[in-house]
């Protein structure tokens, strides 16, 4: 190509510009890239965390830490947590009922199934998403901010650990407070339910209190998905606000960051847990 | 030692405050949407920035929820070995009430933090007041283009979405529950109605325009340097969230 160059100026001109199925490429790579990067980046962040768990500095500061991330994720999420799976236990009850009256008229298995799904399904995955939007956002912006007023390299230099130090507390308080906070997600939705079913269908509360279709299987799922979710949502936060680059522009890309990963990855690990749950039970 | 009626009057305030400024930038968005008012270019730039940018994820959040509302009807069906049902079931869910949510939930991840997160940038570094001296309202430059691209967008995304889901619970059932495609596919002509599927576009359509009033508001009264940007967004979201929420319960009452 260097040859052509002499001769003819607008050769260099088509070669700055690549072609069509060059910028295809282009488009189809840089997402894969970007998304191999950040995975590769979540793992090694849940790595050093584990590492860290087992031999990083204990003590009196650690676990005041983590007594502070909980009272900040846990209880500042209550009233969040109750509305919205309080609406949604009524709105999925509305909806259930409205078709059970149409079809057989038998309302008598609602409270059952309902929570038998509440369990196995939303009262987690619900949970789990609005603690993305409302703790992601929140580690995400303040790791970020702490990264940009370089209080991150701060804690290096004096040979503290970021991860130690900043991720650890975070992450064992939030999957502490994803289990309990599914825990009393299923009660209020299911209160909601039970309130709902008797406004507008009169299901008699006795009736609907059913804990005849429970199973272990039920519980074991639900808690394995909180589980999950517990790990999965503090670990893309806390990647999304370490990774942090420019000013306040910057953050608030994080804060974006945070929230969408987190979101995906419940929906991802949702499915891969149903899959297996589905799996397990066919095969029983 | 802090009062605690201090505390509840602060608090009552504080969402006063939040509450007026709502209901302002609502008065102030519908008095700059007439079509003359409109700056036809801007809409147009939203439009592809927050419509064809989400959509990926829209795609991907939608194969996924259509796939997991599958296998939790597949293990009610499997139970009574009512397989012609599955088709509805799965449907019906998907179209009126976990589509829409599920993918209002993502939208206002993406492009609602996204539009917070720009506001309150260039809030705090004076850009906003920048359009101010140069004659140019914020409102009907920043605000209105970005809120009818969000109402439009979110309705095509949520019909896209619906047939997304819809293919990965076909997927599903084919692969997991070794029902036959055909079967899912009889199943909902035969048991959706159209109304089932315009009762989840009318909540997208309230979704769009409430997930963008409560973004731009947060974004557009953003304070207080990078933490405050963080603060708004956060904000943003955990609105956006009771919105959706709140609203499908009131549509879901309404339309029965």
């Not at chain 1, 004096?158 to 991860?163: F, L, T, Y």
């Not at chain 2, 259509?66 to 009610?76: L, N």
């Not at chain 2, 731009?216 to 207080?224: A, E, I, V």
Request: one cysteine or more; aromatic letters at 10%.
């Amino acid at each position: 190509m260097a040859a052509e160059t002499t001769q003819d100026p607008n050769a260099q001109v088509e070669e700055a510009s690549p072609g069509f199925v060059h910028n295809m490429l282009a488009g189809i790579g840089a997402p894969i890239l970007e998304l191999y990067g950040t995975l590769r980046d979540m793992v090694r962040i849940l790595g050093l965390t584990i590492y860290y768990i087992i031999n990083g500095k204990g003590g009196p500061r650690r676990r005041n830490d983590i007594i502070s991330q909980m009272y900040e994720i846990g209880n500042r999420s209550i009233v969040f947590i109750a509305v919205t799976l309080g609406f949604l236990g009524m709105i999925l009850i509305f909806q259930a009922g409205f078709q059970a009256n149409r079809i057989t008229g038998d309302l008598s298995l609602l409270g059952a199934l309902f929570l038998q799904l509440l369990l196995r399904e939303f009262a987690p995955t619900i949970t789990a998403m609005m603690l993305a939007t409302r703790v992601g956002t929140g580690m995400a912006a303040q790791l970020g901010s702490m990264v940009v007023t370089e209080q991150v390299d701060a804690l290096r230099m004096s040979g503290a650990q970021p991860v130690d130090y900043l991720v650890v507390p975070r992450f064992i308080a939030a999957l502490i407070m994803m289990v309990v906070l599914t825990v009393f997600a299923i009660i209020v939705s299911f209160i909601a339910g039970a309130i709902t079913a008797n406004a507008f269908y009169g299901v008699n509360p006795r009736t609907f209190v059913d804990f005849g279709m429970l199973t272990w299987f039920d519980l074991w799922i639900g808690m394995a998905k909180a589980i999950a979710y517990g790990i999965a949502v503090p670990i893309t936060a806390c990647q999304a606000g370490l990774s942090v680059v420019g000013g306040s522009e910057g953050v608030g890309l994080a804060t974006t960051k945070a929230v969408v990963n987190a979101s995906l990855a419940v929906i991802v690990l949702d499915f891969i847990i149903s899959g297996i749950g589905y799996a397990i039970l066919a095969i029983l | 030692m802090i009062n605690p009626l201090r505390k509840i009057g602060k608090q009552f305030l504080d969402w006063s405050d939040t509450i007026g400024g709502l209901v302002l930038m609502m008065v102030k968005v519908f008095a700059n949407s007439a079509p003359w008012k409109l700056d036809g270019q801007q809409v147009w730039r939203s439009m592809y920035r927050i419509g064809v940018k989400s959509f990926p994820i829209v795609v991907v959040t939608a194969l996924l929820t259509g796939a997991i509302m599958v296998i939790q009807a597949g293990m009610f069906i499997e139970k009574y070995g009512a397989y012609g049902l599955l088709g509805w079931g799965a449907g019906y869910s998907v179209l009126r009430e976990v589509g829409p949510i599920m993918i209002g939930l993502m939208f206002s991840g993406r492009v609602g933090a996204n539009t917070t997160a720009e506001l309150g940038t260039m809030q705090i570094t004076d850009q906003v007041d920048a359009l101010r001296a140069l004659a140019i309202d914020p409102v009907r430059y920043l605000v209105v283009p970005r809120i009818i691209s969000m109402v439009v967008m979110l309705l095509l995304l949520v019909i896209i979405g619906d047939f997304a889901a819809l293919l990965g619970g076909a997927i599903t059932g084919q692969v997991l529950l070794g029902v036959d495609v055909k079967l899912f596919v009889w199943s909902i002509i035969e048991y959706i109605k159209l109304e089932d599927f315009t009762h989840g576009l009318w909540k997208a359509i309230v979704f769009g325009y409430s997930i963008g009033i409560i973004s731009c508001y947060f974004g557009m009264s953003t304070r207080g340097g990078a933490v405050g940007v963080g603060r708004a967004v956060n904000a943003s979201v955990v609105g956006s969230a009771i919105a959706i929420f709140v609203f499908d319960y009131f549509i879901t009452y309404a339309m029965h």
